[in-house]
């Protein structure tokens, strides 16, 4: 198969041929449709996950068909449409038997664990636990991705947060998974303030229903929390850190109000400090949110079969498998290219 594939850290991958994936006893091998493009396949081409091996073939976020199959898989077979979550649950520990896979001690994630989706085909573990069937008439960018950053702002929005109808949801940074999270607080009817540095991200949120918009660009934090209290006097109820730096997490957290609740979703590539004694005074919850199990897509697919749910209105750009090498290098340099991209395989 045609795959990207890294030999290094933060070398450039390269599109090469590399032997095809096989099943494992309780496994599929998907022919990928569709995978994201997402910020942590870069995370990961930088070197700050410990567990990666090289060489690696990143990508996390997909969609395809059921190429091959197991012989101890009985739920899916051969040309089943299927997603997955981007962590891949054992189904047999305490955790998974508790319905909480997502954090899974023996979880697998491909792009990570093993090879990913960047590629043709790909491996995917225990697959009657995680596969998730997807219509035919849904966008394949779309069902891609739901595997990592959709499902991630949901789960924290929704079953971490427990966001309501009416309650006022702050979102810093306008990426792909801070556009997903403001999307999700707009179809679950919150009144949604994104914060950005970047004008043409914020239009973009304003594009999908976002009630305020702040351009925080040369403002400290004094400013811009002050801009967040114009529009929401004694704080938001709810907020979502989506970059992964501990500038934007002590304003995500030093904008709540009395008891709200922090979902942090960027990742950080050091350990930050928390402005701890606001954190106790006010009673404020800080949630991490690390994917969604399989079991618990049902809600999430059934709000993007209403219509009221739209992923794939934040696709800016579709490649092709022989551009995703350059577009990764440029993502983790710190391209500011608003909405998100997909790389079509097939």
Do not use: K
């Amino acid at each position: 198969m045609r795959a990207v594939v890294y030999d290094q850290f933060s070398t450039e991958p390269t599109v090469r041929e590399v032997p095809d994936p096989q099943p494992s006893d309780a496994g599929v091998v998907v022919r990928v449709e569709t995978t994201g493009l997402c910020r942590s396949d870069a995370h990961g081409w930088l070197g700050h996950d410990d567990g990666i091996a090289l060489p690696q073939v990143p990508g996390h976020e997909l969609v395809g068909r059921v190429h091959a199959v197991g012989p101890l898989v009985e739920r899916f077979q051969v040309g089943d449409r299927v997603t997955v979550p981007f962590v891949c649950a054992c189904g047999r520990c305490a955790e998974c038997l508790a319905g909480n896979g997502q954090v899974c001690p023996n979880q697998t994630q491909p792009g990570f664990t093993h090879w990913g989706s960047y590629a043709e085909l790909v491996a995917l573990h225990d697959a009657d636990v995680n596969l998730i069937p997807v219509p035919e008439s849904l966008d394949a960018g779309a069902a891609a991705l739901l595997g990592c950053r959709f499902a991630t702002a949901f789960r924290g929005l929704v079953h971490r947060a427990a966001l309501r109808s009416g309650e006022r949801l702050l979102v810093i940074g306008c990426g792909g998974v801070g556009l997903s999270a403001a999307m999700i607080g707009v179809a679950l009817g919150a009144e949604v303030v994104a914060v950005d540095i970047d004008a043409a991200a914020l239009a973009r949120a304003r594009s999908i229903g976002v009630t305020h918009t702040i351009d925080s660009s040369g403002l400290d934090e004094a400013a811009v929390l002050a801009r967040i209290a114009e529009v929401s006097p004694g704080g938001v109820q709810v907020s979502v850190e989506a970059l992964g730096r501990e500038s934007t997490m002590r304003l995500s957290l030093l904008a709540l109000a009395p008891l709200g609740r922090q979902v942090q979703i960027g990742l950080f590539s050091s350990e930050p400090t928390l402005p701890m004694p606001r954190i106790i005074a006010q009673e404020l919850s800080l949630h991490g949110s690390h994917g969604m199990p399989a079991s618990d897509y049902r809600e999430l697919l059934d709000l993007v079969a209403s219509g009221a749910l739209r992923p794939q209105d934040l696709i800016e750009h579709r490649i092709g498998l022989d551009e995703a090498p350059s577009a990764l290098v440029a993502l983790a340099s710190g391209d500011r290219s608003t909405g998100v991209t997909v790389i079509d395989v097939a």
